[in-house]
Each structure stands twice: as structure tokens, then as C-alpha cells.
Nanobody, 125 residues
Framework: QVHLVESGGGSVQAGGSLRLSCAISKNTTGTDIMGWFRQAPEKEREGVAGFYTGNKTPFYVDSVKGRFTISQDTVQNTLYLQMNNLNPPDTAMYYC??????????????????WGQGTQVTVSS
């Protein structure tokens, strides 16, 4: 069983920054791909970024490229999502998730078997 715990959400003004953290349990079986998803009210959950833990390669959707950066602290077993130049459309509940390694489905939430509880990000104009 993999346990994921997010933290770091909050309220910022447009142009501000936040760093989200995802603490991963010591049992990392099934975490070949880590994903960051977000869900705004009345919208579907969407994948925005992720990380291949094997070769430590991040990936991002176009809407966050250049603004969001993923990093990993292997000592603390924590994944970070640094979010810069935030805009009101970035407002959502952000979730950390893990799956066993289907790269073709890296943005498909149904492929992820482990989820954190989410952390709220609110960006005001």
C-alpha cells in the first residue's frame, strides 16, 4: 500500500508562487510514475505534470510548461511541485497520485491507483 500526503496549498494573488509537497510512504512499489492532477469546481480532474521515478524525468502539459517544476527529494521521499506565475485558472484542488508505469496513460487519472487527499490552491486576480 502506498500512502501519499499533499501539503503546501494556499491562497495567492495572480503572479504569485506556491510549492506543493507530496510525501510518499516508504513502500514505493507501484510508484513508477508520479502525477500531479488538479480539479476545479464543476470541472473534470486533469493531469498537469508528472515524474518518471526511474529515470527522474518530469513531464508537463503545455498550460503549465515554464511555470511549474517538479523535483524529488529521495532522502525525504517527497515529490515537489513548484508553481510560479500562478493565474486564476490555476485555482483547483491539487492531488498527488502514483501508478505502476503506463506511460501512454500518464495524464489519465483512472490509471493511477494511489491518491493523496488533495491540497487547495486558490489564485485571486
Amino acid at each position: 500500500q502506498v500512502h501519499l500526503v499533499e501539503s503546501g496549498g494556499g491562497s495567492v494573488q495572480a503572479g504569485g508562487s506556491l510549492r506543493l509537497s507530496c510525501a510518499i510512504s516508504k513502500n514505493t512499489t507501484g510508484t513508477d510514475i508520479m502525477g500531479w492532477f488538479r480539479q476545479a469546481p464543476e470541472k473534470e480532474r486533469e493531469g498537469v505534470a508528472g515524474f518518471y521515478t526511474g529515470n527522474k524525468t518530469p513531464f508537463y502539459v503545455d498550460s503549465v510548461k515554464g511555470r511549474f517544476t517538479i523535483s524529488q527529494d529521495t532522502v525525504q521521499n517527497t515529490l515537489y511541485l513548484q508553481m510560479n506565475n500562478l493565474n486564476p485558472p490555476d485555482t483547483a484542488m491539487y492531488y498527488c497520485a502514483a501508478q505502476g508505469g503506463d506511460r501512454s496513460a500518464r495524464y489519465e487519472s483512472e490509471k493511477y491507483g494511489y491518491w493523496g487527499q488533495g491540497t487547495q490552491v486558490t489564485v485571486s486576480s
